[in-house]
């Protein structure tokens, strides 16, 4: 099946901005929805952003006006546009499709 790997973390300061790309070793062109999670030590993994073959988007409410998620078929990629992070944006952020997951990439925002 396809893998997905990520790329693009790193270590920003507040109000800084990254993006994260998630590179399927196979068409992503079937599938419908990808998304971003992201994962803070003790906490629960949770949807950042989610898009769909035809384009329609769903943020979580404390990304929404930073983040933009997209997607490239022809290139089989996904990213994640992420502007004005905030140290609370600190976490794993993990590609998503089809019950497949990437191994994630670090996102740490210093104060």
């Known amino acids: 099946q396809v893998q997905l790997v990520e790329s693009g973390g790193g270590l920003v300061q507040a109000g800084g901005s990254l993006r994260l790309s998630c590179a399927s070793s196979?068409?992503?062109?079937?599938?419908?929805?990808m998304g971003w999670y992201r994962q803070a030590p003790g906490k629960q993994r949770e949807l950042v952003a989610q898009i769909t073959r035809g384009g329609s988007t769903i943020y979580t409410d404390s990304v929404k006006g930073r983040f933009t998620i997209s997607r490239d078929n022809a290139k089989n990629t996904v990213y994640l546009q992420m502007n004005s992070l905030k140290p609370e944006d600190t976490a794993v952020y993990f590609c998503?499709?089809?019950?497949?997951w990437g191994q994630g990439t670090q996102v740490t925002v210093s104060l």
């Open positions: 998503h499709a089809d019950e497949i």
């Open positions: 196979g068409s992503i062109f079937s599938i419908n929805a």
